[in-house]
């Protein structure tokens, strides 16, 4: 499977930013999305919570789209980041 390197980015109350990354398999994100899409259609406003009180609230699927930016990566890549970093890096907000 192709590998991605999915950056979330954003900015909680025009306090502080958020941001992270993830690496994934492309087939993965794309389902994500998906789900996500039929989430925003069934109530357009989401909140995803990190912390103890602090959220980044999406207002529809275009809002919760601009957040991330995706990239893709080689396998080699995808090793040596996952090797130092993990998989996974920094605040990284998907809604469920």
């Known amino acids: 499977m ?3 390197f999915v950056e979330f980015d954003n900015n909680y109350a025009d306090e502080f930013d958020v941001n992270g990354f ?8 794309e ?3 998906e789900k996500a899409k039929k989430t ?4 357009e ?3 995803v919570y ?3 009180n602090e959220q980044i609230i ?5 809002d919760y789209e601009r957040s991330f930016t995706v990239k893709d990566i080689t396998d080699e890549e995808a090793k040596v980041l996952s090797k130092f970093l993990g998989n996974q890096y ?3 907000l998907m809604v469920d």
């Open 22 to 29: 993830r690496i994934m398999d492309r087939k993965n994100w």
């Open 50 to 52: 990190f912390g103890t």
């Open 40 to 43: 925003f259609e069934e109530e």
């Open 58 to 62: 999406f207002e529809g699927f275009d």
């Open 90 to 92: 920094g605040t990284f």
């Open 2 to 4: 192709s590998k991605i």
């Open 45 to 47: 406003t989401q909140e």
């Open 31 to 33: 389902k994500h999305l």
